[in-house]
Nanobody
């Protein structure tokens, strides 16, 4: 099993930045693709960004492209989400998920393709 723990959320004004972290333990982290999703109150969990096991490929939702950057440090068993130029509509609980396929070839955008989840971290952007 893999345990995921997100951190780095908080309250920020529109136009500000935050950096989220997701630390993993329990399995060889570096062989699996991971992703960030978010869920606002009353809405479904939506895809934000995904990164391949090697860090060589990434995929972004159109709504965050050019503002958010996903990265990973396999030596630290951690992925990151750098969020710049935040908007009120980015307000949500952010979750990281792990796709439990060894060195998967595809970066999925559907939450049900991910097998392990953290507890989430709240991001609130004020206008």
């Amino acid at each position: 099993q893999v345990q995921l723990v997100e951190s780095g959320g908080g309250l920020v004004q529109a136009g500000g930045s935050l950096r989220l972290s997701c630390a993993a333990s329990g399995r060889t982290f570096s062989n699996y693709n991971l992703a960030w999703f978010r869920q606002a109150p009353g809405k479904e969990r939506e895809f934000v960004a995904a990164i391949s096991w090697s860090g060589g490929s990434a995929s972004y939702a159109d709504s965050v492209k050019s503002r958010f950057t996903i990265s990973r440090d396999n030596a630290e068993n951690t992925i990151y989400l750098q969020m710049n130029n935040l908007k009120p509509e980015d307000t949500a609980v952010y979750y990281c998920g792990l796709h439990l396929v060894y060195r998967g070839a595809l970066l999925y955008r559907s939450w049900n393709e991910y097998d392990n989840w953290g507890q989430g971290t709240q991001v609130t952007v004020s206008s």
